[in-house]
């Protein structure tokens, strides 16, 4: 894995089609990269929005939690990240 994408999400539905999107249509491959979306406790549709676009990408990892801030909502997505480079998208 090269990249890893760290995208802290709270209460985001109006963006997130939109910014996956944008990851996505990148020119590389998916196998290359991953996209680390953290759920930071959202009372929206955030989730299943991601849900929804795991359900077509392979690549993507969820990880939900209690709303606990960006900070910890990034420290969430480099624990879980396996890329040799980090970037993040908020």
Same mark, same amino acid.
């Given at each position: 894995m090269l990249i890893s994408i760290i995208i802290p999400a709270y209460n985001s539905e109006?963006?997130? *089609?939109e910014c996956l999107s944008s990851c996505?249509?990148?020119d590389i491959n998916t196998d290359h990269y991953e996209v680390i979306v953290?759920? *930071?406790g959202s009372t929206d549709n955030t989730l299943e929005i991601v849900q929804k676009w795991a359900s077509d990408y392979n690549n993507i990892k969820i990880i939900s939690q209690h709303n606990k801030g960006l900070s910890e909502a990034r420290n969430a997505g480099i624990a /879980? /990240?396996?890329g040799e480079y980090i970037m993040f998208l908020d």
């Amino acid at each position: 894995m090269l990249i890893s994408i760290i995208i802290p999400a709270y209460n985001s539905e109006k963006y997130l *089609d939109e910014c996956l999107s944008s990851c996505f249509r990148q020119d590389i491959n998916t196998d290359h990269y991953e996209v680390i979306v953290i759920n *930071d406790g959202s009372t929206d549709n955030t989730l299943e929005i991601v849900q929804k676009w795991a359900s077509d990408y392979n690549n993507i990892k969820i990880i939900s939690q209690h709303n606990k801030g960006l900070s910890e909502a990034r420290n969430a997505g480099i624990a /879980a /990240a396996e890329g040799e480079y980090i970037m993040f998208l908020d």
